[in-house]
């Protein structure tokens, strides 16, 4: 039994999807103006992480996640610039150019870090029309008014608006900023379409019942899960910032189209801070204060060692990044790793898994996907000495269908490769000076050829042994 954390409910109750065991999933994706950070990126493992937990269950997950390459704007609201369009002035390329370019990173770094690609990418800019649909829906039904910059969602027509955060909306209300666009009934009311300047051509614009422009952020991700999933979903993720305004207007919007509850589920991953000497901070692209997984792996990190990292709270905890922290990660990987190339040289297709070991493993996943739980499940399993190697390996192997380090071809890197075998190499090469000064010249010929076996010549120099790779 999965029992599973809902942001509506405010606890964890027992996961039954709406049509048996299939499960449609709908996480919110990229806005491709710029590199995804890790802390995005650990909004994605946990999202991965439930996934494969979902199917390691038996049930049957589609996925859609979409592309925002418009409409995001840089308050994240309804003012500023479209991030779309600040991206392309800022790197001198076309707004397409600047999509492409920053999926295919994104993608890169989900290959990288072993997350299962989504069964469906929806670009919000291949939707246009569908958008324009909900937003003529929403028209109908009295919800919409129409000022100098766009078309609003009238939240004030609902009763629940804002059930999803709990949000106090009189207090919102009273203390709406002065900078709050002129004309908006309501502090809270949110742009469904907005309109292009009238003293210039915007990059991206499209025509519409309302006038030339283009979609709000929020109309997106209803109109393509509405496409892909239907009127009812299963569950609908993102990271914990998107629930007072992006996941409260979807749902505002969704619910007002259809009639009826739209998501069963809502699950938010908490945020990747800063550790830092005033206190820990957000990690955020607009506070300029990112960092890439790419940089990661420039100072040497293996990328499934920020997995390690990630997996080892819980994803509704906020996680503070630090060197310190990473280190600490990489350094238990790599054991684990080791640990599992040993083992694998044991696999057998007789071997079943430890039963005990599984039990243990599934209550943690079941539990709110608690991995690090599920890690410490997997560290047991590693010393379980008095068990066969070959049930251990079993184990590992199925404890890792939801793990995701894909442990039956993991390698080590080539230079923690080259570093073993130094040590090896030169310790055969002590070994063989002492057979050599106690004259046992047969146990030294030996190491010798043991030696060559592994690929390395040596040559006896006044200097003492020198070594290279044959």
């Not at 991206?87 to 999926?103: D, K, P």
């Not at 000022?147 to 909306?169: E, H, I, P, Q, W």
């Not at 251990?392 to 073993?420: C, S, Y």
């Not at 030996?446 to 060559?452: D, E, G, V």
């Amino acid at each position: 039994m999965i029992r599973l954390f809902n942001t509506m409910t405010r606890h964890k109750d027992e996961f039954r999807p709406l049509d048996d065991m299939k499960v449609g999933l709908y996480t919110c994706g990229p806005t491709v103006y710029n590199y995804a950070h890790i802390g995005n990126l650990r909004t994605y493992v946990f999202e991965d992480i439930l996934k494969r937990t979902l199917s390691y269950a038996g049930y049957k997950v589609r996925h859609v996640m979409n592309v925002t390459d418009v409409g995001h704007l840089t308050s994240d609201q309804d003012a500023g610039e479209d991030k779309m369009e600040v991206g392309a002035q800022r790197e001198g390329r076309t707004v397409w150019e600047i999509a492409q370019f920053y999926l295919d990173a994104f993608r890169k770094d989900m290959q990288r870090l072993h997350l299962i690609e989504p069964d469906v990418w929806c670009r919000a800019t291949d939707h246009i029309a569908e958008q324009i649909d909900m937003v003529k829906a929403l028209e109908a039904k009295g919800l919409t008014y129409i000022l100098d910059d766009g078309v609003y969602f009238d939240t004030s027509k609902l009763d629940n608006y804002g059930k999803l955060a709990r949000l106090d909306l009189e207090g919102l209300q009273a203390g709406s900023r002065v900078e709050m666009v002129e004309g908006k009934r309501n502090a809270t009311d949110f742009a469904l379409w907005k309109f292009s300047p009238k003293d210039k051509r915007r990059l991206m614009e499209w025509p519409s019942p309302w006038g030339v422009g283009f979609p709000g952020w929020h109309i997106e991700c209803s109109a393509m899960a509405l496409k892909y999933l239907g009127a009812r979903l299963d569950i609908h993720c993102g990271g914990i910032d998107h629930i007072a305004v992006h996941h409260t207007n979807e749902i505002a919007q969704t619910e007002s189209v259809t009639g009826q509850k739209w998501v069963n589920w809502w699950m938010h991953g908490e945020f990747l801070t800063m550790a830092r000497r005033d206190g820990d901070q957000k990690m955020s692209k607009s506070s300029g204060e990112f960092l890439r997984l790419q940089l990661l792996i420039d100072k040497g990190y293996d990328p499934l060692a920020y997995r390690y990292f990630c997996l080892n709270a819980h994803y509704r905890a906020q996680l503070s990044f630090s060197w310190e922290g990473l280190d600490a990660a990489a350094m238990a990987f790599d054991r684990l790793r080791k640990a599992a190339i040993e083992l694998r040289e044991h696999a057998s297709a007789q071997a079943q898994p430890i039963e005990a070991a599984m039990n243990e493993f599934r209550e943690a996943i079941e539990d709110d996907l608690n991995m690090p739980r599920a890690l410490a499940a997997a560290w047991g399993v590693l010393r379980q000495s008095d068990s066969p190697p070959d049930q251990r390996w079993a184990t590992l192997v199925e404890m890792d269908r939801v793990l995701g380090f894909d442990l039956p071809n993991i390698q080590m890197p080539a230079a923690k490769v080259d570093d073993d075998l130094a040590r090896q190499v030169e310790d055969l090469i002590a070994q063989r000076s002492a057979a050599r000064k106690a004259k046992d010249f047969a146990r030294a010929d030996a190491i010798r050829k043991q030696i060559a076996d592994m690929g390395i010549a040596i040559e006896d120099t006044p200097k003492g042994t020198i070594w290279k790779k044959a």
